[in-house]
């Protein structure tokens, strides 16, 4: 089986044939990415109707998973084209504390600004305030509507300001630098709400996940629209998500806790994720793409739909292909969980999911589970071989020659001791 990297040159290979003989859009494309943090993709296919209508009109990744069931290595990953294991924006495996990515980590915002684009962002999560260096290639980084808790896990009362954190300010916010900037080339906008994940105390609905879905599913439509008048539907306009979450009896069917857990574990809840391109001229219309695909293919998507190349090894491969319906080699998903008490990956090919766990302190091997997921989407029976995949999962798990060296700083004292105050910063 042949990795994610190895398959990488015969997809941008295909995807290059794919478009020799047609006549090339004037000007750069504008790109828009929305991440719809926590979003699962049965709740935005059940609870999204108006993003589904856009859907229907443009493509639809109907099998897309992340490669982390939580926020910082997945946005990374998107964001890069890079595992978890490569970029290095991850948690302790036994603390709260998170990791600083390195400063060379090549990220689509600094691409698409050394290209020449106008590069903003609006954004909700505090994984991603600025003690790290998401930020870095972006003009214009507005994390106003959220506090910040440093590089610390943990849902700090003075982090979430209910008064602005929802997606109404947001929209608000980006309305007006949108007005007061006129658009003079192309343009990436990054969009990051926070709805859907809550917490949901003062928010402008109903508290509930699906009402934060409904909520969320008005106010992107609406950026969807203004984006469009902006760059007069000469766009790449993506929604997907960072992970899912537990709902229901999710974390006790099957074979049940510890190994089902919300987000900690990799399965099915905690990955599955919607992953579409809404209407654009740019984009072809009413394409529903069945092959199972990653999030950390989002930036080689990009990447090849704005005809750039990559400055760096990208390990992610393009989708374009398949939105454009030409052939490609299936590749194996991979998803890892290596932060805060949880060491675990599992690889999805062919229909079945090989999942391995591990003591986080020690990395001893505990067990290994697989599922046929065709026949068993919900993953409630294990396989009588699970052991048949390890040697791919081996392969997908390393870091393919690639990996940039993160670091754990200290937290600083004044923050610390309020957090401690609050009950956070101790150990699992």
């Known amino acids: 089986m042949l990795s994610r990297r190895q398959l990488l040159q015969a997809g941008a290979a295909t995807a290059a044939a794919s478009t020799m003989g047609c006549t090339k859009d004037p000007g750069p494309r504008n790109v828009v990415v929305v991440i719809i943090d926590q979003l699962r993709a049965d709740a935005a296919a059940q609870f999204m109707p108006k993003l589904n209508a856009l859907a229907d ?7 897309a998973r992340s490669v982390a ?6 946005v990374l990953s998107m964001m890069t084209g890079l595992l978890p294991q490569q970029h290095g924006a991850d948690g302790h495996r036994t603390s709260n504390l998170l990791a600083r990515f390195h400063d060379d980590v090549p990220t689509l915002q600094k691409r698409l600004k050394a290209a020449g684009y106008a590069t903003r962002a609006w954004v909700t999560n ?11 290639g972006f003009d214009t980084y507005d994390i106003s509507f959220i506090g910040s808790q440093g590089n610390t896990r943990g849902d700090a009362e003075a ?22 900037e006129p658009k003079t080339g192309p343009e990436l906008s990054y969009f990051h709400y926070i709805d859907v994940h809550g917490p949901w105390e003062g928010a402008p609905f109903a508290p509930g996940y699906e009402n934060a879905c409904r909520y969320t599913d008005d106010k992107v439509a609406e950026i969807h629209a203004l984006c469009a008048e902006r760059y007069d539907d ?10 899912g979450k537990a709902q229901g009896q999710d974390e006790t069917r099957g074979v049940g806790q510890p190994w089902r857990f919300n987000k900690c574990s990799p399965h099915e809840f905690n990955l599955r994720i919607p992953f579409w391109i809404l209407p654009g001229r740019d984009v072809p219309q009413g394409v529903r793409v069945a092959e199972p695909v990653s999030n950390v293919d989002l930036t080689p998507t990009l990447l090849d739909w704005l005809e750039l190349e990559a400055d760096a090894p990208l ?11 030409a052939r490609t080699q299936p590749v194996p998903s991979f998803a890892r969980m290596s932060a805060f008490g949880w060491r675990n990956e599992a690889i999805i090919q062919d229909g079945r999911k090989t999942i391995r766990f591990f003591d986080p302190e020690t990395g ?7 599922y046929d997921l065709t026949a068993d989407p919900d993953e409630l029976t294990p396989l009588a071989d699970p052991e048949r995949d390890v040697p791919d999962l081996d392969i997908a798990a390393s870091d393919h020659g690639l990996a940039y060296e993160a670091t754990f700083d200290e937290v600083d004292p004044g923050l610390k001791g309020q957090l401690q105050a609050l009950g956070y910063l101790e150990d699992h």
């Open 315 to 325: 390990t992610g491969q393009t989708l374009r292909p398949l939105a454009l319906k």
């Open 57 to 63: 009109q443009g493509v639809r990744f109907e099998q």
């Open 234 to 243: 000469h766009m790449v306009f993506v929604v997907i998500s960072d992970h």
């Open 69 to 74: 069931p939580w926020t910082y290595p997945s």
């Open 126 to 136: 505090p994984f991603l305030h600025t003690w790290n260096p998401f930020h870095d």
């Open 159 to 180: 982090v979430w300001r209910p008064e602005t954190m929802f997606a109404d300010s947001v929209n608000a916010a980006a309305k007006k630098v949108f007005a007061a």
């Open 364 to 370: 001893e091997y505990l067990t290994t589970r697989a």
